[in-house]
C-alpha cells in the first residue's frame, strides 16, 4: 500500500520573552490539522536546520528586543546572515514567510525581523506570503490573528509553486520570472486586517468561522493557543453574562462588581448597567463569539511532603548575581509630588567584576510580594502544601510540539519558592491562558465572560480590563471565584519572573566602590477587578525595604541609623550607551524625570576627566531635563546646577510641565516662543543648536525615559527639526535620523 507522506515545512523562532516561541509552537502543533509537518527550532538551534541546503518553505517568528537587538537566541544567527563574505545567491533557493514581533513604544520597531529579511532578500531568498508587523504596544493579536489565518494557504501555495519548480525545471526557482514572482500569490496581511472592523467583512469572518468549526472539531486536542476562529460559542442565557442574569442566579461575585447606575423614570428605578471585567454588555454579551482553540496540557505537577524545604531566598548564578547592601536610601522628590523618586546607594566594593561604566545599568532581583504569594496558595487551595517538593516533568504524550519544562524551574524547590522566586504571578494573563481558564471554571455565567475576554469580538473588553490596567492572574482568579486551576496550568502559562534593569546613576570615579540608581515607586490604580490600588513589582518591594532607614529631602542622614537590607543585583553593560570616547566632540543628553540617571553618570566622569587632563579640549555638553515643579520633582537639582558652575555642563534646559507661570531655568531659551512645558519643546527652541552639532559637528545625541511618549516625542521633534535646518521633506528627515542611529551617534535608553 502506498504510504502517503506529508509535505513538511520550518518553522524558526528567536524569542526573548517567550511571545514568539508560543506563535512558532502554536504554528507547529496547528500544521497536522493541515495535512502538514513543522520542523520547529529554534534560531539557535543551528544543528536542526540547514537553511543552506532547505527546499521547503522557511517560516521564521521573530521578536525584538531592548533597543532594537535581536533575542538573545537569535544573535548568532543574525550575525551568520550578516556576513559579508556570502555570495548574493547565498538563499536562492529559500522560500520565506517571517512574522516580526515589536513595539512601537520603542524606537526601531521590529527590528530584528526587518534585518532579517533585509538580509534574507539580499541573499536572493523569496518571500512567499506577506510580512506580519505585531505591535504590542497596540495588542500583538491584532496582526498575528490575520497573518496566522493566511498562512496555511500560503504555505500550501508555496508547496505546490515548488513542487511545480521542481518538477519544470527550466523555470528556475521560486520567483524568478517577473510573472510569477511569488506575491502574485501572497495572501496580502494588510488587507485582512483592514477587513477585520469592517461591517460587510464580518459576514466573511462569519463564514470562515462556520468552515473553521469543522476543523475545529476534528483537531482541537492539537490546537494553537494562537489560532482563533475555531469554535464558535453562544451566550450562556438570553442575557448573556450581563451582571442582571447572574443576580437572578444568585452568583454575587458577579453582580456585586459590575457598577449600575440607578435612573427614575416615571416612579420605576432602572438599573442601568455599566460594563466591567466580570460583566459585559450587548452587542457582546449577545454576540456569537471566536475563541482560541484550548491550549494542550503539557506538564504533570506532582508535590511531595519531604518536610521543611529552606528555600527563602533566590538560586541565583554565583558568578554574575551579588548580594550587595544598600548603603543609603534617598527620596528625591517632596511628599506632595505626584510621584515617589527614591535614589538607592549599594555598595559593590566586594565585587571588582561589577566594576561599570556610566550608560550599564544592574539588574535588580525580587520576589512575588509574600500576601499575593499568600493569596495565590489559597486560591489554589494549596495553602498547607507550601513547603511541598514540586516535581514538574512533561506529560506522556503530550500534544504540544517542542514541549519542555520551563528551564526557569529548578530542581528541588519547594511550591513556596516557586510562587516566590520562579514564577510572575503579577503577569497579565494573556489570551490563551484565558481560554484554558474557561475549562476549570464551574459556573456558566463566568465562563462566558471569560470566553468574550479571549473571544476575538470582546478584543475592546480584554484591552480595556485586562491589558491596559495590567490586571494580574490573581486579581483576575479573585474576580472570577468558581475558576480553579490546577497548578500545572499556572505553571504553563506564566512567564520567569524577571529582574527589573534600573541605569546607574553615579560615575565610579567620583563614588568608588558604589553605584546609584535613581526609580519612581509605579502606582497601578484601582480598577474593575482591583478593588485597591497597587505599587509596581520590584518598586513597592524596594519601597517596603527601605522605608525605615528612608531620608527625606532637606532632612541631615543621621550617620550609624537603621542598617538598610541586602538585594540581589546583577550587571547589565550596554556598549553603545556611553559618553563619546573622544572628549572633544560635543554630546546632547534629553532625560526628563528618571531619565536623567544616565547622565548624572556621565557628567561625574566628564567631571573627572576635566580635572584630569586640564589642557585638554572637551566638547559641548547639553542637557534637557523635564519634571512637573521646579521645588518639588526636580531631581538632582544641586547637583546639575554644580556641574553648570564648574563648565562640565555648557548648557542646562529645564522645562517644568505643571509650573505654567515660571520662566524657564537659565533664561537662555528665546521668549518669543509659548513657554516650553516638555523637553521636546525645549529641543525645538535650540533646533539650530541641535541641529548643528549632530549634523556639522559628529555630535551625539542620547535619549532616556519613558518609552511610550516621551521618546517617540522626541524623536518625531528631531525630524521636524532635521526638515526645517536641511530644507528636506519628511522622508529625507527621517533617513538623516536613521542614518545617525545607524551610526550610533542617536542613542536611546528607554523604558515603561
Ligand atoms: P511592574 O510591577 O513590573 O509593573 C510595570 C508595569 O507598569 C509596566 O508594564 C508598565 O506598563 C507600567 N509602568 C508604569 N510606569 C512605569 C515606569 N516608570 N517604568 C516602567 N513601567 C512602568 N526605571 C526607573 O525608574 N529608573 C531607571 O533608571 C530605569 N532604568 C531602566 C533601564 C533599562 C535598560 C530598562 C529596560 C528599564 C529601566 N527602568 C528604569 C524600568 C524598570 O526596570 C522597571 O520596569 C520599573 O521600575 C517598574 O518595575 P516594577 O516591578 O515596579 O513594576
Same mark, same amino acid.
Given at each position: 500500500?502506498?504510504?502517503?507522506?506529508?509535505?513538511?515545512?520550518?518553522?524558526?523562532?528567536?524569542?526573548?520573552?517567550?511571545?514568539a516561541?508560543?506563535?512558532?509552537?502554536?504554528i507547529?502543533?496547528e500544521?497536522?490539522?493541515?495535512?502538514?509537518?513543522?520542523?520547529?527550532?529554534?534560531?539557535?538551534?543551528?544543528?536542526?536546520?540547514?537553511?543552506?541546503?532547505?527546499n521547503?518553505?522557511?517560516?521564521?517568528?521573530?521578536?525584538?528586543?531592548?533597543d532594537?537587538?535581536?533575542?538573545?537566541?537569535a544573535?548568532?544567527?543574525?550575525?551568520?546572515?550578516?556576513?559579508?563574505?556570502?555570495?548574493?545567491?547565498?538563499?536562492?533557493?529559500?522560500?520565506?514567510?517571517?512574522?516580526?514581533l515589536?513595539?512601537t513604544?520603542?524606537?526601531?520597531?521590529?527590528?530584528?525581523?526587518?534585518?532579517?529579511?533585509?538580509?534574507?532578500?539580499?541573499?536572493?531568498?523569496?518571500?512567499?506570503?506577506?510580512?506580519?508587523?505585531?505591535?504590542?504596544?497596540?495588542?500583538?493579536?491584532?496582526?498575528?490573528?490575520?497573518?496566522?489565518?493566511?498562512?496555511?494557504?500560503?504555505?500550501?501555495?508555496?508547496?505546490?509553486?515548488?513542487?511545480?519548480?521542481? @518538477?519544470?525545471?527550466?523555470?528556475?526557482?521560486?520567483?524568478?520570472?517577473?510573472?510569477?514572482?511569488?506575491?502574485?500569490?501572497?495572501?496580502?496581511?494588510?488587507?485582512?486586517?483592514?477587513?477585520?472592523?469592517?461591517?460587510?467583512?464580518?459576514?466573511?469572518?462569519?463564514?470562515?468561522?462556520?468552515?473553521?468549526?469543522?476543523?475545529?472539531?476534528?483537531?482541537?486536542?492539537s490546537?494553537?493557543?494562537?489560532?482563533?476562529?475555531?469554535?464558535?460559542?453562544?451566550?450562556?442565557?438570553?442575557?448573556?453574562?450581563?451582571?442582571?442574569?447572574?443576580?437572578?442566579?444568585?452568583?454575587?461575585?458577579?453582580?456585586?462588581?459590575?457598577?449600575?447606575?440607578?435612573?427614575?423614570?416615571?416612579?420605576?428605578?432602572?438599573?442601568?448597567?455599566?460594563?466591567?471585567?466580570?460583566?459585559?454588555?450587548?452587542?457582546?454579551?449577545?454576540?456569537?463569539?471566536?475563541v482560541?482553540?484550548?491550549?494542550?496540557?503539557?506538564?504533570?505537577?506532582?508535590?511531595?511532603?519531604?518536610?521543611?524545604?529552606?528555600?527563602?531566598?533566590?538560586?541565583?548564578?554565583?558568578?554574575?548575581?551579588?548580594?550587595?547592601?544598600?548603603?543609603?536610601?534617598l527620596q528625591?522628590?517632596?511628599?506632595?509630588?505626584?510621584?515617589?523618586?527614591?535614589l538607592?546607594?549599594?555598595?559593590?566594593?566586594?565585587?571588582?567584576?561589577m566594576?561599570?561604566?556610566?550608560?550599564?545599568?544592574?539588574?535588580?532581583?525580587?520576589?512575588?510580594?509574600?500576601?499575593?504569594?499568600?493569596?495565590?496558595?489559597?486560591?489554589?487551595?494549596?495553602?498547607?502544601?507550601?513547603?511541598?517538593?514540586?516535581h514538574?516533568?512533561?506529560?506522556?504524550?503530550?500534544?504540544k510540539?517542542?514541549?519542555?519544562?520551563?528551564?526557569?524551574?529548578?530542581?528541588?524547590?519547594?511550591?513556596?519558592?516557586?510562587?516566590?522566586?520562579?514564577?510572575?504571578?503579577?503577569?497579565?494573563?494573556?489570551?490563551?491562558?484565558?481560554?484554558?481558564?474557561?475549562?476549570? @471554571?464551574?459556573d456558566s455565567?463566568?465562563?462566558r465572560?471569560?470566553?468574550?475576554?479571549?473571544?476575538?469580538?470582546?478584543?475592546?473588553?480584554?484591552?480595556?480590563y485586562?491589558?491596559?490596567?495590567?490586571?494580574?492572574?490573581?486579581?483576575?482568579?479573585?474576580?472570577?471565584p468558581?475558576?480553579?486551576?490546577?497548578?500545572?496550568?499556572?505553571?504553563?502559562h506564566l512567564?520567569?519572573?524577571?529582574?527589573?534593569?534600573?541605569?546607574?546613576?553615579?560615575?565610579?570615579?567620583?563614588?568608588?566602590?558604589?553605584?546609584?540608581?535613581?526609580?519612581?515607586?509605579?502606582?497601578?490604580p484601582?480598577?474593575?477587578?482591583?478593588?485597591?490600588?497597587?505599587?509596581?513589582?520590584c518598586?513597592?518591594?524596594?519601597?517596603?525595604?527601605?522605608?525605615?532607614?528612608?531620608?527625606?529631602p532637606?532632612?541631615?542622614?543621621?550617620?550609624?541609623?537603621?542598617?538598610?537590607?541586602?538585594?540581589?543585583?546583577?550587571?547589565?553593560?550596554?556598549?553603545?550607551?556611553?559618553?563619546?570616547?573622544d572628549?572633544?566632540?560635543?554630546?546632547?543628553?534629553?532625560?526628563?524625570?528618571?531619565?536623567?540617571?544616565?547622565?548624572?553618570?556621565?557628567?561625574?566622569?566628564?567631571?573627572?576627566?576635566?580635572?584630569?587632563?586640564?589642557?585638554?579640549?572637551?566638547?559641548?555638553?547639553?542637557?534637557?531635563?523635564?519634571?512637573?515643579?521646579?521645588?518639588?520633582?526636580?531631581l538632582?537639582?544641586?547637583?546639575?546646577?554644580?556641574?553648570?558652575?564648574?563648565?562640565?555642563?555648557s548648557?542646562?534646559?529645564?522645562?517644568?510641565?505643571?509650573?505654567?507661570?515660571?520662566?524657564?531655568?537659565g533664561?537662555?531659551?528665546?521668549?518669543?516662543?509659548?513657554?516650553?512645558r516638555?523637553?521636546?519643546?525645549?529641543?525645538?527652541?535650540?533646533?539650530?543648536?541641535?541641529?548643528e552639532i549632530?549634523?556639522?559637528?559628529?555630535?551625539?545625541l542620547y535619549?532616556?525615559?519613558?518609552?511610550?511618549?516621551?521618546?517617540?516625542?522626541?524623536?518625531?521633534?528631531?525630524?521636524?527639526?532635521?526638515k526645517?535646518e536641511?530644507?528636506?521633506?519628511?522622508?529625507e528627515?527621517?533617513k538623516?535620523?536613521?542614518?545617525?542611529?545607524?551610526?550610533?551617534?542617536?542613542?536611546?535608553?528607554?523604558?515603561?
Open positions: 500500500m502506498p504510504c502517503e507522506v506529508k509535505p513538511r515545512f520550518v518553522v524558526l523562532y528567536g524569542s526573548q520573552k517567550g511571545q516561541q508560543s506563535i512558532a509552537e502554536g507547529a502543533e500544521a497536522e490539522g493541515h495535512g502538514l509537518i513543522a520542523e520547529l527550532s529554534c534560531l539557535n538551534q543551528n544543528e536542526k536546520y540547514n537553511l543552506e541546503k532547505e521547503a518553505p522557511v517560516v521564521f517568528i521573530v521578536s525584538t528586543t531592548g532594537g537587538e535581536p533575542p538573545d537566541n544573535l548568532q544567527f543574525v550575525k551568520r546572515i550578516k556576513k559579508k563574505t556570502l555570495p548574493n545567491d547565498h538563499y536562492k533557493h529559500l522560500c520565506y514567510a517571517l512574522l516580526a515589536g513595539d513604544n520603542y524606537a526601531n520597531f521590529c527590528n530584528c525581523g526587518k534585518t532579517i529579511e533585509r538580509h534574507l532578500q539580499e541573499l536572493g531568498a523569496k518571500q512567499f506570503y506577506a510580512t506580519g508587523y505585531a505591535d504590542d504596544g497596540v495588542g500583538l493579536e491584532v496582526v498575528v490573528d490575520p497573518w496566522l489565518e493566511g498562512l496555511w494557504k500560503a504555505i500550501k501555495a508555496a508547496l505546490s509553486k515548488m513542487a511545480s519548480d521542481r @518538477t519544470a525545471p527550466s523555470k528556475g526557482g521560486v520567483g524568478d520570472s517577473p510573472k510569477e514572482t511569488p506575491d502574485s500569490y501572497t495572501p496580502d496581511v494588510q488587507l485582512n486586517l483592514l477587513s477585520l472592523g469592517d461591517h460587510q467583512n464580518c459576514e466573511s469572518i462569519k463564514t470562515s468561522v462556520n468552515t473553521d468549526s469543522k476543523y475545529a472539531s476534528a483537531a482541537s486536542s490546537a494553537s493557543a494562537t489560532q482563533t476562529a475555531v469554535s464558535e460559542l453562544r451566550p450562556a442565557s438570553p442575557a448573556g453574562s450581563l451582571g442582571l442574569a447572574s443576580q437572578s442566579r444568585g452568583t454575587a461575585s458577579i453582580s456585586t462588581s459590575a457598577p449600575e447606575t440607578q435612573t427614575q423614570d416615571a416612579g420605576f428605578p432602572h438599573l442601568t448597567l455599566a460594563g466591567s471585567l466580570t460583566c459585559s454588555l450587548p452587542p457582546l454579551s449577545e454576540s456569537s463569539l471566536n482560541p482553540a484550548l491550549p494542550p496540557p503539557y506538564l504533570d505537577v506532582s508535590l511531595q511532603d519531604v518536610g521543611t524545604m529552606k528555600q527563602i531566598v533566590g538560586q541565583f548564578n554565583k558568578e554574575t548575581v551579588h548580594e550587595v547592601p544598600i548603603n543609603r536610601a528625591l522628590t517632596s511628599g506632595d509630588s505626584v510621584k515617589t523618586a527614591l538607592l546607594e549599594l555598595d559593590i566594593s566586594a565585587y571588582p567584576t566594576a561599570y561604566q556610566p550608560g550599564d545599568s544592574f539588574d535588580v532581583f525580587c520576589p512575588n510580594k509574600a500576601t499575593e504569594v499568600d493569596g495565590m496558595l489559597h486560591r489554589l487551595g494549596l495553602q498547607d502544601q507550601r513547603n511541598d517538593h514540586v514538574v516533568s512533561l506529560k506522556k504524550d503530550n500534544k510540539k517542542g514541549a519542555q519544562v520551563p528551564s526557569y524551574i529548578p530542581q528541588n524547590i519547594s511550591l513556596l519558592y516557586l510562587l516566590t522566586w520562579c514564577l510572575e504571578i503579577r503577569s497579565v494573563p494573556k489570551k490563551a491562558f484565558l481560554r484554558a481558564l474557561v475549562e476549570h @471554571t464551574g455565567v463566568q465562563r465572560r471569560l470566553q468574550e475576554l479571549c473571544s476575538k469580538q470582546g478584543g475592546a473588553d480584554y484591552n480595556q485586562v491589558r491596559d490596567p495590567s490586571l494580574s492572574v490573581l486579581e483576575l482568579l479573585t474576580a472570577f468558581s475558576c480553579q486551576p490546577p497548578l500545572s496550568l499556572l505553571i504553563e512567564p520567569k519572573l524577571q529582574p527589573r534593569p534600573y541605569s546607574a546613576a553615579s560615575s565610579c570615579l567620583k563614588h568608588p566602590g558604589k553605584v546609584h540608581f535613581v526609580f519612581n515607586v509605579v502606582e497601578f484601582a480598577c474593575s477587578g482591583r478593588p485597591a490600588g497597587r505599587r509596581g513589582l518598586t513597592g518591594w524596594l519601597f517596603d525595604l527601605i522605608n525605615p532607614g528612608l531620608v527625606f532637606g532632612k541631615a542622614e543621621c550617620s550609624g541609623s537603621l542598617t538598610l537590607p541586602k538585594i540581589h543585583v546583577s550587571l547589565r553593560p550596554n556598549c553603545s550607551f556611553r559618553p563619546p570616547s572628549l572633544s566632540v560635543p554630546f546632547i543628553m534629553v532625560g526628563p524625570g528618571t531619565g536623567v540617571a544616565p547622565f548624572i553618570g556621565f557628567l561625574q566622569q566628564r567631571e573627572n576627566e576635566r580635572q584630569e587632563n586640564p589642557d585638554a579640549v572637551f566638547g559641548e555638553t547639553w542637557l534637557f531635563f523635564g519634571c512637573r515643579h521646579r521645588d518639588r520633582d526636580y538632582f537639582r544641586e547637583e546639575l546646577e554644580g556641574f553648570v558652575c564648574s563648565g562640565t555642563l548648557h542646562l534646559k529645564v522645562c517644568f510641565s505643571r509650573d505654567d507661570q515660571e520662566q524657564e531655568e533664561k537662555e531659551v528665546a521668549t518669543s516662543v509659548s513657554q516650553p516638555y523637553v521636546q519643546h525645549n529641543l525645538l527652541l535650540n533646533s539650530q543648536h541641535v541641529t549632530l549634523l556639522k559637528q559628529n555630535g551625539y535619549v532616556c525615559g519613558d518609552a511610550k511618549n516621551m521618546a517617540k516625542d522626541v524623536n518625531d521633534t528631531l525630524i521636524e527639526m532635521i526645517t536641511l530644507q528636506v521633506d519628511q522622508l528627515a527621517m538623516t535620523l536613521a542614518g545617525l542611529r545607524e551610526q550610533k551617534r542617536y542613542l536611546q535608553d528607554i523604558w515603561g
